[in-house]
């Protein structure tokens, strides 16, 4: 609309990413979590000149502080100044839906709703907003929301209400809260809650703890059935050096989560992987991950 040049990555390596930053000099970068990550390890990016980049943001997952204190750190060094801020958005909704202000940083938060879409958050599985601060499902209305699912009635159905407004909102799945000010924070995917002992785990808190860790470069949580627990959290790694692989890194890193996480989110099993499965977008893939270990589980009989 306002004439700017977008530079399109098909399939995402950081290498081709880092050579066309080099060469096109973008004024934003868009990415997932696993963009940033990966530019910041890639020994071209580091050493490219990155004053060229007026803002940077990250969506489609939660993305760990380690990550954005890491990628800020290499533009500013290289002589950006930027925050990676984040935004919100999901497939049904064809596009961003919210996003942070360049100048309205807060920790943690995924941003304000676009001009003409709205959002709030309600109690799961009901149409009853909860009050600020208060934890619930993300719903959203607006133009870009979509007219359903195609030849899937009742997943639509299950997905756009109508609210006691009149309007049709749809109910996104994702967890998170809203402040006074009408910014909000994203958690998970309802879909992604591990259920331990009876307690919350979020997978991207443990994942955050992961990252903090120096000899970790990937990681993925997921939770397994446990017949004392419920389930119990198991965490997928990739090491930095994948030859440090074994039972005494794995005690390590277990012990890393029990210094700051209640008991039942920490891992009682990691296994180490020399890569996660991404999706097409560079996510993680935790659904290949949770179907693999269902399998294993049926082929062991358990």
Known sequence: MRGGKAILVPTFTPEVVAELIKKKRPSAIVGVP?????????????KTDLSCLKSAYCGAD?????????????VKRQGGNVKLLEGYGLTEAVTGIMATPIDGYREGSVGIPFPDMKAKIVKPDTTEEVPCGEEGEICIAGPAVM???LDQEVETAKTLKVHEDGCTWLHTGDIGTRDEDGYFYFKLRKKRMIKSSGMNVYPAQVEDKFYQHPEVANVCVIGVPDEAQGQRVKAFVVLKDKTKAGPDIEKELIAHCRKDLIKWSCPREIEFRDELPLTL??????????????????????
């Open 281 to 302: 977008v560079g996510k993680v893939a935790y659904k290949v991950l949770e179907d693999e270990e269902i399998a294993r589980r049926k082929r062991a009989g358990l």
């Open 62 to 74: 939660t993305l760990p502080r380690v990550v954005k204190d890491r990628f800020e750190e290499i």
């Open 147 to 149: 007219m359903g699912y």
């Open 34 to 46: 696993t963009l940033f990550e990966a530019l910041s390890r890639n020994p071209l990016f580091q």
